[in-house]
Nanobody, 129 residues
């Protein structure tokens, strides 16, 4: 069973930055479809950023230009660099991984697919105004 462990969450002021990390227990997981999701209290879980096997990415419109998803295969680690944070970015952030490449919609990694095989426990991000 693959395990995903997130870290890097915390509390910052609006305009600040955080870098989340997700470490996989199995090296092959990082090489497949990986994503970051978030869920605010009372809200639905939504995809924030997706990274496919070939390096292609997709982002939620609300974070484009501010967040960057990347991975380090040598460290089995997926990261999410979050800049210019806003109070509405406050949520529990989850790492997700799948057994294969991303589902594509119009040639881009899907932002609506939620059937990932592996999920982390989440890390809290709180942005104050």
């Amino acid at each position: 069973q693959v395990q995903l462990a997130e870290s890097g969450g915390g509390s910052v002021r609006a305009g600040g930055s955080l870098k989340l990390a997700c470490t996989a227990s199995r090296s092959t997981t990082i090489s497949k479809c990986m994503a970051w999701f978030r869920q605010a209290p009372g809200g639905e879980r939504e995809a924030v950023a997706v990274l496919d096997m070939d390096g292609s990415t997709n982002y939620a419109d609300s974070v484009k230009g501010r967040f960057t998803i990347s991975k380090d295969n040598t460290k089995n680690t997926l990261t999410l660099q979050m800049n210019a944070l806003k109070p509405e970015d406050s949520a529990m952030y989850y790492c997700a991984g799948d057994r294969w490449g991303c589902t594509l919609i119009s040639g881009r990694p899907s932002m609506v697919y939620v059937g990932y095989a592996y999920w982390g426990q989440g890390t809290q991000v709180t942005v104050s105004s």
